[in-house]
Nanobody, 116 residues
Framework: QVHFTESGGGLVPPGGSLRLSCVFSELLYRGYPIHWYRQVPGNQRHSIAS????????TYDDSVKGRFTISRDNAKNTVYLQMNSLKAEDTAVYYCNLDPRVQEAWGQGTQVSVSS
């Protein structure tokens, strides 16, 4: 039923940090690349970071490169997103999922709000 559960969002001032967690329910996802996506109301969801199954290769959108770090711990069925130097433009709902070509149902996401 529920494949992904996101947590860790909140309200932070500009320049602050948050660490998001994504717990996946299917053991087979340990063998899949996983993405973090974000969405602002009225806009499409976009991938901002991805990580390969072994955790050795990471990709980032230019908007977050140098500030965000994606990681995973397959033994805990968990993917993380460490977000530093947060900007107002990072305000969005954050989700995790598979590659767009094989993605499963979306979770509820976790809200990140950056405001002074």
């Amino acid at each position: 039923q529920v494949h992904f559960t996101e947590s860790g969002g909140g309200l932070v001032p500009p320049g602050g940090s948050l660490r998001l967690s994504c717990v996946f329910s299917e053991l087979l996802y340990r063998g899949y690349p996983i993405h973090w996506y974000r969405q602002v109301p009225g806009n499409q969801r976009h991938s901002i970071a991805s990580i390969t199954a072994d955790g050795l290769t990471r990709t980032y959108d230019d908007s977050v490169k140098g500030r965000f770090t994606i990681s995973r711990d397959n033994a805990k069925n968990t993917v993380y997103l460490q977000m530093n130097s947060l900007k107002a433009e990072d305000t969005a709902v954050y989700y995790c999922n598979l590659d767009p070509r094989v993605q499963e149902a979306w979770g509820q996401g976790t809200q990140v709000s950056v405001s002074s």
